[in-house]
């Protein structure tokens, strides 16, 4: 496999599995990861957050209720606890006994089969995000992961450290809501490869300046057929979608 910075220059658009393959599967979880390398998706996006036994989990929310039904915060559960709750049976019947997996488990799956996309959640009030940050690190190069990863944040401070600390490592900013700035002015400041918005943001005008100063695009969500035709109208390169399986399709059929 191409380092990341090798393999982006050489392709049209590359597909991300957004947490997964989460409209087929529980987001964030291992069979959402294996549906999603199933699928093609060269590449498999994950939030992941810090227990309070400091290790690092694929899990979206600050809080356990939405996908295990469990009480309380990430921050204030262990691992052990928070891989004692069923991540699955909320989405389907099917995928009860899905668990939480650490990032680690999450690797083990995607290593030498696509990219990985790791999303930076904004620290939580009174949070030392560092701690985090250090981390996620020590599990990327332990698992010598880090020329295969995409570190993704709305938090554009951690992202310009990590750049400021390790220049190699591969970075996008996601675009905050209302923020006005175009994509070349973020990258100015934090020295990011890429730069990903939501399709409601993904205008001309952040297209048009982004391409120009050789910055690629990401996009998200990408579901159906009429969403891939905007964002490839508008050449977003990093397709992230909760279908990678259907727009593998889609992008095969228009050769
Ligand atoms: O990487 C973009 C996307 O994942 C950001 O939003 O809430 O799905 O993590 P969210
Ligand atoms: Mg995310």
């Known amino acids: ?5 090798e393999f982006v ?3 049209r658009q590359f597909i991300v599995g957004h947490r997964g393959s989460s409209g087929t599967a529980p ?7 294996r549906e999603a390398l199933d699928a093609g998706a060269d590449m498999v996006e994950l939030d992941v957050q810090l227990t309070s036994d400091q290790e690092i989990v694929v899990f979206h929310d600050a809080v356990l209720g939405r996908t295990t039904g469990g009480k309380g915060k990430v921050a204030g559960t262990t691992l052990q606890s928070m891989q004692s709750l069923d991540a699955g049976a909320w989405f389907s ?3 009860t006994g899905e668990t939480v997996p650490s990032l680690r488990q999450a690797i083990a ?8 996309n790791i999303e930076i959640k904004p620290p939580q009030p009174g949070e030392d995000y560092h701690i985090r940050l250090d981390k996620i690190l020590s599990c990327i190069f332990e698992e010598k992961m880090e020329e295969f990863t995409l570190f993704g944040s709305f938090h554009h401070g951690a992202l310009a450290e990590l750049k400021r600390n390790y220049p190699l490592l591969h970075t996008a900013a996601i675009n905050l809501p209302n923020d006005t700035r175009l ?3 973020i990258a100015a400041e934090i020295g990011c490869e890429g730069f990903i918005c939501s399709m409601r943001e993904l205008t001309h005008k952040r297209s048009k300046d982004a391409i120009a100063h050789g910055i690629y695009l990401g996009v998200y969500t990408v579901n159906m057929r009429e ?6 109208g508008r050449k977003a390169k990093a397709i992230a979608t909760n279908f990678p399986a259907r727009i593998r ?6 050769g």
């Open 183 to 185: 994509p070349s002015e």
């Open 249 to 254: 399709e889609e992008i095969l059929a228009r």
């Open 227 to 232: 969403d891939l035709d905007f964002a490839l």
């Open 27 to 33: 987001e964030n979880t291992l069979a959402s990861v």
């Open 93 to 95: 019947e099917k995928y």
């Open 109 to 116: 799956l995607i290593k030498g089969k696509a990219y990985l």
């Open 1 to 5: 496999m191409l380092p990341l910075r």
């Open 9 to 11: 220059p050489t392709v």
